[in-house]
């Protein structure tokens, strides 16, 4: 069984643009969630989808946002780039079952120049 | 929301010794309570959860105990090797009776250190 696919996994770009990462998660799960990860700041939610709808927001600004396709394929965006930006997105799928283990993909590294 | 402190925030044992990383939570509707750990430049990978209807848990040599009545759980690592050195997430995530709990909520990490 394929686990969590993240592309890409390494990702540098400029201040002011934008980016597009995405994540095909294990077949079957409907449960797709982001996470930013920074050293020193754990593991922060951004947001969770189930069925192509967002279920869970976390507390991040407007510029960052998703979406979730009918194959359970998720995609994150981040428009205007700032600097502050530049860390480990991870995403984890998990069942439609909130008590079962979420498995994580191996991230995309976004630098921001 | 949910809420999720995880302490210390470094934690250095013997090799042999053992390491306990303790986490507490502040939404009672929360029911499961994953354990993770992520070495350095790889995944976070489960390594043992607990279930609200359960109040200890074991797998050779990693325990988790849970006290949902002061709203805590913990990590127990017996007899530390190396290779248990790596950052160690604790995790609270709620059943989807109250509107937005479902997301799995992170505490902020434990880096242990094994010395040989």
């Known amino acids: 069984k394929a686990g969590v696919t993240q592309t890409p996994r390494y990702l540098i770009k400029t201040r002011g643009q934008q980016v597009t990462l995405s994540c095909s998660p294990i077949?079957?799960?409907?449960?797709v969630s982001w996470y930013q990860q920074t050293p020193g700041q754990g593991l922060q939610f951004l947001f969770e989808y189930f069925s192509e709808t967002q279920r869970n927001k976390g507390n991040f600004p407007g510029r960052f946002s998703g979406r979730q396709f009918s194959n359970s394929r998720s995609e994150m965006n981040v428009s205007t780039l700032e600097l502050g930006d530049s860390a480990l997105y991870l995403c984890a799928s998990s069942l439609y079952d909130p008590n079962t283990e979420a498995f994580f993909g191996q991230g995309t590294r976004l630098t921001v120049v | 929301g949910e809420n999720v402190e995880q302490h210390p925030s470094t934690l250095s044992v013997q090799e042999g010794d053992s390491a306990v990383i303790k986490c507490t939570y502040s939404?009672?509707?929360?029911?499961?309570f994953p354990w993770y750990k992520q070495e350095l430049g790889k995944r976070p990978q489960l390594i043992i959860d607990i279930r609200s209807n359960v109040g200890e848990k074991k797998d050779q040599r990693i325990a988790v105990t849970l006290n949902k009545t002061a709203k805590h759980f913990s990590l127990h690592i017996t007899e530390t090797q190396p290779e248990d050195s790596a950052v160690y997430f604790c995790?609270?995530?709620?059943?989807?009776?109250?509107?937005?709990?479902?997301?799995?909520?992170f505490g902020t990490g434990t880096r242990l250190t094994i010395i040989p």
């Open positions: 077949s079957g799960h409907r449960s």
């Open positions: 939404d009672s509707a929360s029911n499961y």
């Open positions: 995790a609270a995530r709620g059943s989807g009776s109250n509107f937005g709990n479902e997301k799995l909520t």
